[in-house]
């Protein structure tokens, strides 16, 4: 035992949020599992708000986690307590693939030392940060509390200072939506959902939904209005920055907007077909707040 290595699991806070920062413990739990299913000698959990500042809360639930998942549940006493598990085991496999491929591409380019010397470590850093943004921001990714289910409280303020503030500025996908929704927080749009009269067939129920969820993302909060003699009286009264329609009723809106023109020519519109789906969730966003001229 004198030289067995010793293994000291802890969870990424790239995997983090600011938004709906109770998923954290989620995430938390699942990755102190992972530890302890990989047969980890101890673990060390961080507070589910350790982004904003530890609370005792935070760190008591932390702790309590860690010591379930190594000790309560009798996991780290089985040998392998994943074998057998398909999933896992696939897993594992393609873990071991890949990290071998990436050892043999080290030691091609000189090993470890001249990889560091020559930034290839850097490099795959800053790549995979890329590509983590871009899966997230594109909704090839999607991540609870941030773009499932997306929270609607303003982003909190993450701490600057302190013993973790150095830990803390690793880079993490959930940024790119947080700094989205300052963005919008600071601008404050009015957004109008047009509804048409009558019963909605299941298409267009689809697009509504699409619509609200893209919007939930985005921190915005569209009015609800259905499409009435009236509608022109109320958007002016609204005074809204953009109206987003369900498609299937094109007319209404052209004369809609004829009618409103003349006296509120910067109101922006946008068929609810065409910010959802396909588009790219961060312009789709960005077209909502009015920094792309197209969505």
Same mark, same amino acid.
């Given at each position: 035992d004198k030289y067995r290595l010793r293994l000291h699991a802890a969870p990424s806070l790239r995997m983090f949020s600011?938004?709906?920062?109770?998923?954290?413990?989620?995430?938390?739990?699942? =990755?102190?599992?992972?530890?302890? %299913?990989?047969?980890?000698?101890?673990?060390?959990?961080? #507070?589910? $708000?350790?982004?904003? !500042?530890?609370?005792?809360?935070?760190?008591?639930? =932390?702790?309590?986690?860690?010591? %379930?998942?190594?000790?309560?549940?009798?996991?780290?006493? #089985?040998? $392998?307590?994943?074998? !057998?598990?398909?999933?896992?085991?696939?897993?594992?496999?393609?873990?071991?693939?890949?990290?071998?491929?990436?050892?043999?591409?080290?030691?091609?380019?000189?090993?470890?030392?001249?990889?560091?010397?020559?930034?290839?470590?850097?490099?795959?850093?800053?790549?995979?940060?890329?590509?983590?943004?871009?899966?997230?921001?594109?909704?090839?990714?999607?991540m609870l509390g941030v773009t499932v289910q997306p929270d609607m409280s303003p982003v909190a303020d993450m701490v600057t200072d302190g013993w973790c503030a150095d830990e803390l500025a690793i880079a993490r996908p959930a940024q790119v939506i947080e700094?989205?929704?300052r963005k919008a927080e600071m601008i404050q749009p009015r957004v109008i959902c047009l509804l048409p009269s009558g019963d909605m067939d299941k298409a267009s129920?689809?697009?509504?939904?699409?619509?609200?969820?893209?919007?939930?993302?985005?921190?915005?909060l569209p009015m609800?209005?259905?499409?009435?003699?009236?509608?022109?009286?109320?958007?002016?009264?609204?005074?809204?920055?953009?109206v987003i329609y369900i498609d299937n009723w094109l007319d209404d809106i052209a004369d809609l907007r004829a009618a409103i023109t003349a006296d509120m020519p910067d109101i922006r519109y946008v068929a609810a077909a065409d910010i959802t789906g396909s588009t790219p969730l961060i312009g789709a966003l960005e077209f909502l707040i009015g920094e792309q001229a197209d969505a």
């Open positions: 600011l938004l709906d920062q109770d998923v954290n413990m989620l995430r938390s739990t699942t =990755a102190l599992l992972g530890g302890a %299913l990989g047969n980890a000698d101890a673990l060390s959990g961080f #507070a589910h $708000d350790i982004l904003t !500042g530890e609370s005792n809360r935070g760190r008591r639930l =932390a702790c309590m986690t860690q010591l %379930l998942m190594i000790e309560e549940s009798g996991i780290a006493r #089985a040998i $392998d307590p994943a074998g !057998g598990s398909g999933f896992i085991e696939a897993r594992t496999d393609d873990l071991a693939k890949a990290a071998w491929s990436m050892f043999q591409t080290l030691e091609h380019q000189g090993g470890a030392s001249a990889c560091y010397k020559d930034g290839v470590f850097a490099n795959f850093a800053r790549d995979g940060k890329a590509s983590s943004e871009n899966a997230l921001s594109t909704d090839k990714t999607r700094e989205f929704r129920e689809r697009l509504k939904t699409q619509s609200d969820q893209l919007c939930a993302i985005g921190g915005l609800t209005l259905i499409c009435s003699d009236d509608s022109a009286r109320d958007i002016r009264a609204a005074k809204p920055d953009m």
